[in-house]
């Protein structure tokens, strides 16, 4: 089966047929995805839907999410990682990480207070002996600092970095600590070219797939301004999208599909060890 490793099927975009988007994902041979918190408010319901569709889940504080965030909800992620320690669903911390790609994200002080629950995020997976999953734009170098720096001895991590769309040196430095590359829709677009090179060119054991539904649709769900302007609406993107942007990289790889399915299988149970159980 395919595994979307990332997808967002608590947002309110899948409010009116959430049920019927999953059977529809499962229908396109989708049987497992996963379903990454961004703040505390939503820490009950990734879980409960996990639980609710059979699929997986992670617990974190997203870096968007960081500017109405409290130092205290730290302290409630690392009790709510110990009362959910053995619950095979819970796969990982996440989604953290770092954004400098929105601007108000990007003033001194708040680059600052991203680093702080970054990198408090990072020693409870350590402490709770978790892999995380990573939110990475514009901000590949640093997340590597912090990874190398609280990687105790040099104990390799293990999870996913999201949406990857960095330079070939900084893909081989995440891969090096341990963790696989997040690749899905970006990759659908012709002019995404160093994307596409990437996802040719990297070791098939380094990629994951995802969605990132309901963001980043592949470019057969795109809408141009104009079209905008003109009332059409974008197509939503959900995990049902996940075979055909496998196919793409199917393409840009030489490779059959069955063998890609079944390459990043494996590597998404490497990244996310408990998706096995599950």
Partial sequence: ??????????????????????????????????????????????????????????????????????????????????????????????????????????????????????????????????????????????????????????QRWSGIAHAFNGSQAQALAFVGLGLKLGFGGALTYARALQLRRLARDLPLDALVLETDSPDIPPHWLYVNEAQRVAGQARGRNSPAELPRIAAELAGLRGLDLAELQAATYANACAALPRLALV
């Avoid at 899948?14 to 049987?31: E, M, Q, W």
């Avoid at 497992?32 to 996990?50: F, G």
């Fill in 1 to 154: 089966m395919w595994i979307d490793t990332h997808a967002h099927l608590d947002a309110a975009e899948f409010d009116p047929d959430r049920s019927a988007v999953r059977k529809a994902a499962r229908a396109a041979g989708v049987g497992h995805c996963v379903i990454p918190a961004v703040e505390r408010a939503n820490w009950s319901a990734v879980r409960e839907l996990a639980h609710a569709q059979g699929d997986s889940y992670c617990l974190g504080i997203h870096p968007l999410f960081v500017p109405r965030a409290q130092e205290s909800d730290l302290a409630a992620l690392d009790a709510e990682l110990s009362q959910h320690r053995d619950d095979p669903r819970l796969v990982a911390v996440g989604e953290i990480g770092l954004d400098f790609f929105v601007p108000a994200l990007c003033e001194p002080a708040m680059r600052e207070r991203q680093e702080f629950f970054y990198a408090a995020q990072l020693r409870l997976a350590r402490a709770h002996g978790l892999p995380v999953v990573l939110h990475v734009r514009r901000s590949a170098d640093r997340l590597l600092k912090y990874l190398r720096a609280l990687g105790q001895g040099g």
